[in-house]
């Protein structure tokens, strides 16, 4: 792509240059548009390493982002014309411009996955089912006792712990009709409040390259959402996750909203989650062979793809640190609000951890659906370890077991055990402890990767674990 042609003929004024930090945050930093037309923006531009997250420290701060031209996108809600711009992605590289940085989750961590697929003629792909919530708005210093549902759900004392109380018509009387908790699947409107705003974010999406295949109503009230785009390579597909989250509060925001990506925003309604469906491919994706498919198989499954899913299950505990990477990702990973928890896989259930899709058994849509996975992570390093994982799995022909049948959260812990289903970590640090002992995983990572997201992750848990919150006033007070 011709980076100076296209933003000669849109007539783009700002270029927001974008990268991803350590956490998953996405970084951008301005440059006019005519560097990169008659300037030397593509060369490189030099920025402040030690002031992003887990990239240098001080002494050693000096860093170049690097345009990756491919991916140029016009932002096309941006109509003034002095403030035109379009979106590029770039990969981070060591002073000089020459050495890639091995603290960049793009360029070091997840190319270096695909290119070594691509040296064995293999490829990736990835299809996250991203979902979040838009509020009207949504005040973290207004704690308010819950009104809305008890402790009991509903059942027994008429009143719950204070907490932060998002505003959305859906939990409003005598503005729009009530969408209960965890009623909100596939409503229409005027019950869902949201259609307007997913049909804007559709076409402006679309128009930034990332094709939508359908988009509904979630589970929970209070303007919970999914829409779900085509699928792409590891890279790619980071970068639209990136667009997506972007264009989403982007869009909020000209409503007078906000969308938010925190995992679990709501007590006692179904969170957020990143339900993230992935196929290995002999050759390029859909024009190539699915080494996941045997049309012989009950599920439609190869004996690759088993030993892929039986990597992910091998791996979970570890890769819930990097799917699942906040403290609040943890309060969604409890029973009770369809989030898995325990560790095994199934054809169709949605209780598993891993699911095979049965839709349809045509060979280029066999795929496996791990669910244990938020969008607060950095999707460059969730879904490399993801990758990494399964490939372990088929390297030492690890058998996930028998698929599960039944509801695993009806099982009781007998019968889970006899069946010897395991369960995901239940805190950050939990998961960060079986993180500190998975090589594989450890490996895709890389050492500086590793220990600053160790660091930064150990320092969010310890703050955390030092704050005292109003649900422990409400408690404990009177002992």
Not at 38 to 47: K, P, R, V
Not at 74 to 92: E, R, T, Y
Not at 143 to 167: A, E, K, T
Not at 309 to 318: F, R
């Amino acid at each position: 792509m011709d980076v100076g042609e296209v933003l000669l003929k849109n007539d783009v004024k700002q270029v927001l240059c974008a990268f991803s930090d350590v956490r998953g945050y996405l970084m951008t930093f301005s440059i006019p548009a005519r560097e990169f037309i008659d300037g030397t923006a593509l060369d490189g531009i030099g920025f402040d390493g030690s002031s992003i997250r887990g990239f240098k420290t001080i002494e050693e701060s000096d860093m170049v982002w690097k345009a990756d031209p491919e991916t140029l996108r016009i932002v096309p809600w941006i109509k003034d014309p002095i403030h035109k711009s379009a979106l590029i992605f770039g990969d981070i590289y060591e002073a000089g411009g020459e050495v890639l940085a091995d603290c960049d989750p793009r360029g070091f961590v997840a190319k270096g996955v695909q290119r070594r697929l691509a040296e064995k003629g293999m490829s990736v792909i990835f299809g996250p089912e991203i979902e979040f919530f838009v509020f009207e708005s949504l005040d973290p210093l207004r704690i308010s006792w819950d009104l809305w549902v008890s402790p009991n759900g509903g059942v027994g004392d008429s009143w719950g712990p204070p907490r932060v109380m998002p505003d959305s018509p859906e939990m409003r009387t005598g503005k729009n009709f009530l969408i209960r908790p965890k009623e909100g699947y596939f409503r229409p409107p005027p019950e869902d409040t949201t259609v307007e705003y997913r049909n804007e974010l559709v076409y402006h999406l679309e128009k930034m390259g990332v094709i939508v295949e359908y988009h509904h109503h979630e589970v929970a009230t209070a303007g919970q959402i999914e829409l779900d785009f085509k699928p792409k390579e590891l890279v790619q597909v980071g970068d639209a996750f990136y667009i997506y989250k972007f264009a989403a509060k982007n869009i909020a925001k000209m409503r007078g909203w906000i969308a938010t990506f925190m995992p679990k925003p709501l007590y006692l309604d179904n969170a957020s989650g990143m339900h993230v469906h992935q196929s290995l491919w002999k050759g390029e994706p859909f024009k190539g062979e699915n080494v996941f498919a045997n049309p012989e198989d009950e599920f439609g499954l190869s004996q690759t793809a088993r030993y892929y899913i039986g990597g992910l299950l091998e791996h979970a505990k570890a890769l819930t640190a990097l799917c699942c990477p906040t403290v609040n990702s943890y309060k969604r990973l409890v029973p009770g609000f369809e989030a898995p928890i325990y560790i095994c896989w199934s054809p169709r259930n949605r209780s598993a951890l891993v699911r095979v899709p049965m839709y349809l058994k045509k060979p280029s849509m066999i795929r496996a659906e791990y669910r244990g996975v938020d969008p607060s992570c950095n999707p460059y390093l969730a879904m490399s370890a993801m990758v990494e994982a399964g490939l372990d799995g088929i390297k030492k022909k690890i058998d996930p077991g028998d698929p599960v049948m039944k509801d695993v959260y009806e099982l009781s812990p007998r019968e889970r055990r006899e069946l010897g289903i395991g369960e995901l970590p239940t805190t950050l640090r939990d998961a960060l402890d079986h993180l500190a002992s998975d090589e594989v995983i450890q490996k895709v990572l890389g050492s500086h990767i590793f220990d600053v997201f160790m660091s930064i992750k150990i320092d969010e848990w310890n703050q955390y674990c030092l704050y005292i919150t109003p649900w422990e006033y409400m408690k404990y007070m009177d002992i």
